[in-house]
């Protein structure tokens, strides 16, 4: 089997990802069999699973263990005047250039307008740089006419901003709270590459919380400093995260102040998640454009006031690519054997425990189909009796799944089986009845090795 005494380790590749989402159902490239789609990607049953999985740890983390955040589902279309309002009609834009010769686009702040052309090499070929809106827009109805022109979402929190006089109306929540929300957004970027990077669709967590002017920053530096501990809690490598504040050339039209939470991917640093100090920007701009008062009440102090907003905002898709870059690994064992592992936080693992019979004769095989049904109600599981012990065990390390669990013949005469734990690779005999406790224990103890 290979012990971990003597480990080495590769570096991690895009390719490499890529190959592996593509082997083993994680991420599928968009319309494969009509020759694939640039910018989008599909989700298999393994991804799919990884994707929700991480959602409900940023959902739980964000809305069930807060005093004062509340969810939201918000509508992908809403109605035009929220983009006008929101500024994103007028300035949701990016500076594009074309290359003369071959037509490829790029955005004019991603390369080098006094060098060739990256995709054919010829010189002075680049257009003057044009502003392109990167929202998508189609038509409400079956007339195409000016006014039914509706938007897909660029982003989810103006669905949160539109929502906010429902909300505190309607759910006693006092300020300081928030409202959180996780969904699809669409934006025609002109370059995608990189995998799940940077998408044409793609999928936002988002979280707006409302404070009193004044006490923003305050709350900004608590949720500077709350998200970047979350992702601590997450097992993400402490080496790969960095705080990148925006300059004033970078500042959105709607920022005060504003800190990326950037990551080390494969293809360098880049953003994961934005922390916002978006003062009263958007509550002011919808007001004024729905007529609407979205004053907030303080009915302690007897205040009114439009309050102010802390806003992070975590791609899920691009959290996807963060966690698959963090935890592959390909070890090099004792005795030169090599194991490709995924280190997953045991709750973003999409198969958390695997139950693999030794012999399938002599009722093994039924008592382990047995074990599997029975740890069905509390975690996702997989039965794989096929192959050598060793080559399903590599399987699994493979997908990151963090137990697996042996059943052979002693289990029939003492109801013991032998779970082994995928990082350390140590195994511990135990009996069948406290097997859901042992991985109950063992998620809560998981640390990453830093
Ligand atoms: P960039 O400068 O990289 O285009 P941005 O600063 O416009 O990104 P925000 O508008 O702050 O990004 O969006 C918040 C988060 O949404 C980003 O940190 C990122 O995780 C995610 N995100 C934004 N655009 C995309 C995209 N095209 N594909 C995948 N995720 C995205």
């Not at 309002?85 to 991603?110: I, L, N, Q, W, Y």
């Not at 065990?393 to 089986?417: I, L, S």
């Not at 069948?432 to 640390?447: D, G, P, S, T, V």
Request: include cysteine; aromatic fraction near 12%; hydrophobic fraction near 35%.
């Amino acid at each position: 089997m290979g012990s971990k005494k003597e480990v080495k380790t590769k570096e991690v590749t895009m390719e490499k990802l890529v190959s592996l989402c593509k082997r083993r159902g994680i991420v599928y490239q968009s319309s494969e069999i009509y020759g694939g789609m640039a910018g989008a990607w599909d989700y298999g049953p393994l991804g799919v699973k990884l994707k929700n999985n991480i959602r409900d740890y940023w959902w739980k983390e964000m809305t069930q263990l807060q005093d004062n955040i509340v969810g939201l589902d918000a509508s992908i279309m809403m109605h035009p005047k929220v983009w006008e309002a929101s500024g994103h009609v007028d300035s949701f834009t990016d500076p594009m250039v074309d290359c003369k010769e071959c037509k490829a686009r790029f955005r004019s702040d991603h390369i080098d307008l006094a060098a060739a052309c990256p995709t054919c090499g010829a010189k002075d070929s680049f257009t003057e740089p044009r502003q392109f809106n990167m929202m998508f827009s189609t038509h409400l109805g079956p007339v195409a006419e000016s006014g039914s022109i509706v938007y897909l979402r660029p982003e989810t929190a103006q669905g949160i901003f539109a929502n906010f006089k429902n909300v505190v109306q309607t759910s006693r929540v006092k300020i300081p709270f928030g409202i959180a929300q996780v969904g699809k957004a669409f934006r025609n970027e002109i370059t995608t590459k990189n995998f799940i990077f940077r998408t044409v669709e793609f999928e936002q967590m988002e979280m707006q919380f409302f404070v009193k002017p004044g006490d923003d920053e305050k709350w900004f530096a608590y949720w500077k400093d709350s998200r970047i501990k979350y992702y601590g809690r997450l097992g993400i490598r402490k080496e790969k995260l960095k705080f990148h504040q925006h300059g004033s050339d970078e500042l959105a039209h709607y920022a005060k102040d504003a800190f990326d939470i950037e990551y080390e991917f494969p293809m360098g640093w880049q953003e994961l998640e934005g922390i916002h100090s978006r003062t009263d920007f958007d509550l002011s701009r919808h007001a004024e454009f729905s007529g609407k008062d979205l004053t907030y009440l303080d009915d302690q102090t007897h205040e009114r006031y439009l309050p102010y907003v802390i806003e992070t905002s975590a791609g899920l898709t691009r959290t996807v690519l963060m966690v698959l870059s963090d935890a592959y690994e390909e070890e090099e064992l004792e005795g030169g054997d090599v194991r490709t592992v995924l280190h997953f936080h045991p709750e973003l693992a999409p198969i958390t425990v695997a139950v693999l019979p030794l012999v399938k004769k002599d009722g093994i095989k039924e008592i382990a189909e047995g074990i599997e049904k029975n740890l069905r109600e509390d975690f996702s599981t997989f039965y794989d009796q096929s192959g050598a012990i060793g080559r399903r065990y590599r399987r699994m390390d493979e997908v990151g799944t963090p137990y697996c669990v042996t059943v052979d013949y002693d289990t029939k005469e003492d109801n013991t089986v032998t779970i082994r734990f995928r990082d350390s690779m140590e195994q511990e005999r135990i009996p069948i009845e406290k097997l859901a406790e042992r991985i109950r224990k063992a998620n809560k103890e998981f640390r990453r090795e830093q």
